[in-house]
């Protein structure tokens, strides 16, 4: 049975990042900016640990735009100002946010081996903090280390926590790795 595709509208918000919004268990569940004094909440999914990372090292006030659909009336009642479902931090200071926290390469020592839920070799953790996925075959193909240096290019995001960043390799030391 085919499934039925629901089509959402998706509205990019500019404002000043406020501060993240504390759930009852003491994690993140949202975000507030101010548009034009206006406050303006956005929710993260609640399956979504790392959604608030984006945000880690933005201080209050910084200008960023905001992506996502407005959320559904809650049974609880009316809230205090318009909220929308979290989709994803597009721009911070008016820069495409992966340019915001550099999509150049990265570069480092291996200082130990990343590996998948299923036990194999998927990447490197460079000493620089910075984490190079691979994928299992990349990894065969690229050869590395404990020691070896690298730099590896390709499409980077925050890590967990805000410390280095995440790398989805396409270039290992100028090899291009194997792209499925």
Known sequence: MPHHEEMIDVYAVEGQFQHLIYSPRGGYEGLLIDTHGIPTQFVFDKHDETAADAFAHLKPG???????????????????????????????????????????????????????KHGAPNGVVLDSGDFVHLKPEGFVHAGLKVGDMVEAEGPARPLAGGKGRVMDARTVNGQPLPQR
């Open 62 to 116: 910084k200008t960023v735009t905001v992506e996502g659909s407005l959320r559904l009336p809650s049974d609880k009642g009316e809230g205090d100002h318009v909220v929308y479902d979290f989709h994803r931090l597009s721009q911070v200071a008016g820069k495409p946010v992966d340019a915001a926290h550099g999509d150049g390469p990265v570069r480092g020592r291996v200082a130990r081996i990343n590996h998948a």
